[in-house]
T-cell receptor, first 115, second 114 residues
Protein backbone atom coordinates (compact mmCIF):
# COMPACT_ATOMS: atom_id res chain seq x y z
CA UNK A 1 0.00 0.00 0.00
CA UNK A 2 0.90 3.66 -0.14
CA UNK A 3 3.23 4.84 2.61
CA UNK A 4 5.64 7.53 3.73
CA UNK A 5 8.92 6.96 5.56
CA UNK A 6 10.74 9.72 7.40
CA UNK A 7 14.06 9.75 9.16
CA UNK A 8 13.75 9.15 12.85
CA UNK A 9 14.29 11.97 15.25
CA UNK A 10 14.94 13.80 17.27
CA UNK A 11 17.18 15.98 15.17
CA UNK A 12 19.15 18.39 17.33
CA UNK A 13 20.92 21.33 15.73
CA UNK A 14 22.54 24.57 16.70
CA UNK A 15 21.09 27.81 15.43
CA UNK A 16 22.15 28.66 11.85
CA UNK A 17 23.00 25.03 11.04
CA UNK A 18 21.87 23.34 7.84
CA UNK A 19 18.83 21.10 8.09
CA UNK A 20 17.89 18.03 6.09
CA UNK A 21 15.00 15.77 6.99
CA UNK A 22 14.72 12.79 4.68
CA UNK A 23 11.41 11.57 3.34
CA UNK A 24 10.73 8.77 0.88
CA UNK A 25 7.43 7.43 -0.30
CA UNK A 26 5.85 4.36 -1.85
CA UNK A 27 2.84 4.94 -4.03
CA UNK A 28 1.01 3.58 -7.04
CA UNK A 29 0.49 6.48 -9.37
CA UNK A 30 1.58 10.07 -9.00
CA UNK A 31 0.77 11.57 -5.63
CA UNK A 32 1.06 15.12 -4.42
CA UNK A 33 3.64 15.54 -1.66
CA UNK A 34 3.48 17.76 1.41
CA UNK A 35 5.43 18.88 4.44
CA UNK A 36 3.45 19.88 7.50
CA UNK A 37 4.78 21.40 10.71
CA UNK A 38 3.32 20.99 14.20
CA UNK A 39 4.37 23.33 16.98
CA UNK A 40 3.93 22.13 20.58
CA UNK A 41 0.30 21.78 21.57
CA UNK A 42 -1.02 22.89 18.20
CA UNK A 43 -2.52 21.39 15.06
CA UNK A 44 -0.74 21.00 11.74
CA UNK A 45 0.21 23.80 9.40
CA UNK A 46 1.01 23.26 5.76
CA UNK A 47 4.64 24.21 5.21
CA UNK A 48 5.03 23.46 1.51
CA UNK A 49 3.84 21.15 -1.21
CA UNK A 50 4.66 19.84 -4.69
CA UNK A 51 2.18 18.30 -7.08
CA UNK A 52 4.36 16.79 -9.78
CA UNK A 53 7.84 15.48 -10.46
CA UNK A 54 10.67 18.04 -10.31
CA UNK A 55 8.44 20.63 -8.66
CA UNK A 56 10.10 22.49 -5.82
CA UNK A 57 8.00 23.62 -2.90
CA UNK A 58 9.33 26.44 -0.75
CA UNK A 59 8.21 28.53 2.19
CA UNK A 60 9.86 30.40 5.09
CA UNK A 61 13.32 29.34 3.92
CA UNK A 62 12.37 25.65 3.72
CA UNK A 63 12.57 23.79 0.41
CA UNK A 64 11.77 20.33 -0.89
CA UNK A 65 11.97 18.92 -4.41
CA UNK A 66 9.72 16.15 -5.71
CA UNK A 67 12.12 13.49 -7.02
CA UNK A 68 10.26 10.78 -8.86
CA UNK A 69 13.37 8.79 -9.71
CA UNK A 70 14.31 8.37 -6.06
CA UNK A 71 10.72 8.65 -4.72
CA UNK A 72 11.91 11.29 -2.29
CA UNK A 73 10.84 14.67 -0.97
CA UNK A 74 13.59 15.72 1.44
CA UNK A 75 13.09 18.89 3.47
CA UNK A 76 15.98 21.37 3.67
CA UNK A 77 16.72 24.72 5.22
CA UNK A 78 20.00 26.54 4.98
CA UNK A 79 20.02 28.17 8.40
CA UNK A 80 17.65 27.04 11.14
CA UNK A 81 16.38 29.19 13.98
CA UNK A 82 15.24 28.31 17.48
CA UNK A 83 11.70 29.11 16.35
CA UNK A 84 11.88 26.25 13.84
CA UNK A 85 11.78 23.74 16.70
CA UNK A 86 8.73 21.60 16.00
CA UNK A 87 7.65 18.26 14.60
CA UNK A 88 7.73 17.94 10.82
CA UNK A 89 5.48 15.53 8.95
CA UNK A 90 5.93 14.39 5.37
CA UNK A 91 2.72 13.32 3.64
CA UNK A 92 1.31 12.24 0.32
CA UNK A 93 -2.15 12.37 -1.12
CA UNK A 94 -4.23 11.38 -4.10
CA UNK A 95 -7.39 12.85 -5.45
CA UNK A 96 -10.28 10.50 -4.77
CA UNK A 97 -13.67 10.24 -6.41
CA UNK A 98 -15.04 13.17 -4.49
CA UNK A 99 -12.04 15.25 -5.45
CA UNK A 100 -10.72 15.41 -1.93
CA UNK A 101 -7.24 14.48 -0.83
CA UNK A 102 -6.79 11.68 1.66
CA UNK A 103 -3.47 12.31 3.37
CA UNK A 104 -1.05 9.58 4.36
CA UNK A 105 1.46 10.79 6.92
CA UNK A 106 4.94 9.73 7.87
CA UNK A 107 5.76 9.18 11.52
CA UNK A 108 7.03 12.72 12.02
CA UNK A 109 10.51 14.04 12.86
CA UNK A 110 11.08 16.17 15.90
CA UNK A 111 13.52 19.06 15.39
CA UNK A 112 15.14 20.83 18.33
CA UNK A 113 17.25 23.91 17.62
CA UNK A 114 19.50 25.29 20.35
CA UNK A 115 20.85 28.84 20.58
CA UNK B 1 -4.84 30.17 4.03
CA UNK B 2 -8.23 29.03 5.20
CA UNK B 3 -9.00 28.99 8.94
CA UNK B 4 -10.34 26.00 10.81
CA UNK B 5 -11.25 26.20 14.48
CA UNK B 6 -11.92 23.54 17.08
CA UNK B 7 -13.79 23.78 20.33
CA UNK B 8 -12.98 23.09 23.05
CA UNK B 9 -9.20 23.20 22.97
CA UNK B 10 -9.00 21.10 26.11
CA UNK B 11 -11.53 19.00 27.94
CA UNK B 12 -11.36 16.85 31.03
CA UNK B 13 -14.22 14.49 31.73
CA UNK B 14 -15.14 11.58 33.94
CA UNK B 15 -15.14 8.05 32.65
CA UNK B 16 -18.52 7.09 31.20
CA UNK B 17 -19.53 10.53 30.06
CA UNK B 18 -19.80 11.73 26.45
CA UNK B 19 -17.78 14.56 24.99
CA UNK B 20 -18.54 16.59 21.88
CA UNK B 21 -15.83 18.31 19.86
CA UNK B 22 -16.70 20.89 17.22
CA UNK B 23 -14.77 21.62 14.05
CA UNK B 24 -15.61 24.76 12.07
CA UNK B 25 -14.34 26.17 8.82
CA UNK B 26 -14.47 29.90 9.43
CA UNK B 27 -13.99 31.43 6.02
CA UNK B 28 -14.89 28.76 3.50
CA UNK B 29 -17.42 26.02 2.91
CA UNK B 30 -15.91 22.62 3.51
CA UNK B 31 -17.51 19.79 1.59
CA UNK B 32 -15.31 17.29 3.39
CA UNK B 33 -13.91 17.16 6.90
CA UNK B 34 -11.50 14.64 8.35
CA UNK B 35 -11.01 13.56 11.95
CA UNK B 36 -7.62 12.41 13.18
CA UNK B 37 -6.30 11.09 16.44
CA UNK B 38 -2.75 11.62 17.61
CA UNK B 39 -1.04 9.81 20.46
CA UNK B 40 1.91 11.43 22.22
CA UNK B 41 4.96 11.67 19.99
CA UNK B 42 3.24 9.77 17.20
CA UNK B 43 1.81 10.53 13.81
CA UNK B 44 -1.77 11.31 12.98
CA UNK B 45 -4.16 8.43 12.54
CA UNK B 46 -7.13 9.08 10.27
CA UNK B 47 -10.32 8.08 12.07
CA UNK B 48 -13.01 9.04 9.58
CA UNK B 49 -13.93 11.11 6.57
CA UNK B 50 -17.08 13.18 6.74
CA UNK B 51 -18.96 14.62 3.77
CA UNK B 52 -21.63 17.23 4.31
CA UNK B 53 -25.07 15.73 4.46
CA UNK B 54 -24.01 12.10 4.39
CA UNK B 55 -22.76 9.45 6.77
CA UNK B 56 -19.12 9.44 7.75
CA UNK B 57 -16.74 6.83 6.37
CA UNK B 58 -14.73 5.24 9.16
CA UNK B 59 -11.25 3.79 8.85
CA UNK B 60 -10.70 0.17 9.69
CA UNK B 61 -10.57 -0.45 13.41
CA UNK B 62 -12.40 2.74 14.41
CA UNK B 63 -15.66 2.08 16.25
CA UNK B 64 -18.39 4.14 14.62
CA UNK B 65 -20.71 3.73 17.61
CA UNK B 66 -17.98 5.01 19.89
CA UNK B 67 -16.96 7.99 17.78
CA UNK B 68 -20.07 9.63 16.36
CA UNK B 69 -19.48 12.09 13.57
CA UNK B 70 -22.00 14.56 12.26
CA UNK B 71 -21.41 16.94 9.36
CA UNK B 72 -24.66 18.83 9.28
CA UNK B 73 -23.51 21.91 7.40
CA UNK B 74 -20.72 23.05 5.13
CA UNK B 75 -18.98 24.79 8.00
CA UNK B 76 -19.47 22.46 10.95
CA UNK B 77 -18.60 18.88 11.83
CA UNK B 78 -18.81 17.36 15.28
CA UNK B 79 -17.11 14.36 16.85
CA UNK B 80 -18.79 12.87 19.90
CA UNK B 81 -16.82 10.43 22.01
CA UNK B 82 -19.50 8.35 23.66
CA UNK B 83 -19.05 6.74 27.07
CA UNK B 84 -15.47 7.91 27.20
CA UNK B 85 -12.82 5.86 28.97
CA UNK B 86 -9.22 6.67 29.92
CA UNK B 87 -7.91 4.95 26.79
CA UNK B 88 -9.81 7.52 24.71
CA UNK B 89 -7.56 10.24 26.10
CA UNK B 90 -5.75 11.71 23.13
CA UNK B 91 -5.27 14.73 20.89
CA UNK B 92 -8.04 14.97 18.31
CA UNK B 93 -7.45 17.05 15.19
CA UNK B 94 -9.87 17.88 12.42
CA UNK B 95 -9.22 19.16 8.94
CA UNK B 96 -11.47 20.69 6.31
CA UNK B 97 -11.24 20.82 2.55
CA UNK B 98 -13.01 21.37 -0.72
CA UNK B 99 -12.57 19.33 -3.89
CA UNK B 100 -9.07 19.45 -5.29
CA UNK B 101 -7.81 21.62 -2.45
CA UNK B 102 -5.36 21.09 0.38
CA UNK B 103 -6.61 20.05 3.79
CA UNK B 104 -6.64 22.84 6.36
CA UNK B 105 -6.13 21.68 9.92
CA UNK B 106 -7.69 22.81 13.16
CA UNK B 107 -5.58 23.50 16.26
CA UNK B 108 -6.61 20.26 17.95
CA UNK B 109 -8.53 19.27 21.08
CA UNK B 110 -6.82 17.57 23.97
CA UNK B 111 -9.13 15.11 25.73
CA UNK B 112 -8.33 13.70 29.14
CA UNK B 113 -10.66 11.09 30.57
CA UNK B 114 -10.28 10.45 34.28
Amino acid sequence: GDSVTQMEGPVTLSEEAFLTINCTYTATGYPSLFWYVQYPGEGLQLLLKATKADDKGSNKGFEATYRKETTSFHLEKGSVQVSDSAVYFCALSFLNYGGYNKLIFGAGTRLAVHP
Amino acid sequence: GAVVSQHPSRVICKSGTSVKIECRSLDFQATTMFWYRQFPKQSLMLMATSNEGSKATYEQGVEKDKFLINHASLTLSTLTVTSAHPEDSSFYICSATRPKETQYFGPGTRLLVL
